[in-house]
């Protein structure tokens, strides 16, 4: 079993940056990667960016290629979601997810522990 608590959401205007960090506890190994995912009011959930255990190999999608960093902190023991030059289309519940390692890494369908997701809100 895996449990997963996302912190760090808030409100930032256009421009700003935000750190969204996942704690997790439990048992999560190399065969695994690790998730961010985001959902708008209306829209899709969105795979933003993974982070696969065994390698630090990360994805992102491309929408935020350029502006979100997806990184795993050993000291803190937190898979971290970097995210700079907010955009007002960036506003979304953003959750942690756990799953096995596969293609595509933003299939929703391959994770199966989840956060209660942490808010972030783009003002322009």
Not at 3 to 21: H, I
Not at 52 to 62: C, H, P, V
Request: proline share 3%; charged share 20%; glycine share 12%.
């Amino acid at each position: 079993q895996v449990q997963l608590q996302e912190s760090g959401g808030g409100s930032v205007p256009a421009g700003g940056s935000l750190r969204l960090s996942c704690g997790a506890s439990g048992f999560i190994s190399g065969s695994h990667l690790m998730a961010w995912f985001r959902q708008a009011p209306g829209k899709e959930s969105e795979g933003v960016a993974a982070y696969w255990i065994a390698n630090g190999r990360t994805f992102s999608a491309d929408s935020v290629r350029d502006r979100f960093t997806i990184a795993r902190d050993s000291a803190r023991n937190t898979l971290d979601l970097h995210m700079l030059r907010l955009k007002p289309e960036d506003t979304a519940m953003y959750y942690c997810a756990v799953g096995w390692y596969g293609m595509p890494w933003n299939d929703a369908k391959r994770y199966n522990y989840w956060g209660q997701g942490t808010q972030v809100t783009v003002s322009s």
